[in-house]
């Protein structure tokens, strides 16, 4: 069965940096568009990060914009957001996401808290 499992989570003080990463089994993972969002406690899922299935694209939220990046790796079927200058307002959880035309598949998430 499809799995996407994240790590890469934890506690980082504001400017710190963390690096997560999604490793993705049981799917043609070149086939898919690789994602990353994220949801704080009482907030909606929100979209962080997409890559297109080559890598040659991506596109990130105003929020992230030039202190994420996001990058895959299809010879190992990976998908890395690295996350620099993190603010408080980063805390949430991320979730990794594959997704195609018929169908769609989420990981179980990474805790990210950015607090000193």
């Known amino acids: 069965q499809v799995q996407l499992v994240e790590s890469g989570g934890g506690l980082v003080q504001p400017g710190g940096s963390l690096r997560l990463s999604c490793a993705a089994s049981g799917l043609t993972f070149s086939s898919y568009l690789m994602s990353w969002y994220r949801q704080a406690p009482g907030n909606e899922r929100e979209l962080v990060a997409v890559?297109?299935?080559?890598?040659?694209?991506?596109n990130y939220a105003g929020s992230v914009k030039g202190r994420f990046t996001i990058s895959r790796d299809n010879a190992k079927n990976t998908v890395i957001l690295q996350m620099n200058s993190l603010k408080p307002e980063d805390t949430a959880q991320y979730y990794c996401n594959a997704a195609r035309r018929d169908r769609a598949y989420w990981g179980q998430g990474t805790q990210v808290t950015v607090s000193s």
């Open positions: 890559i297109t299935n080559a890598g040659d694209s991506t």
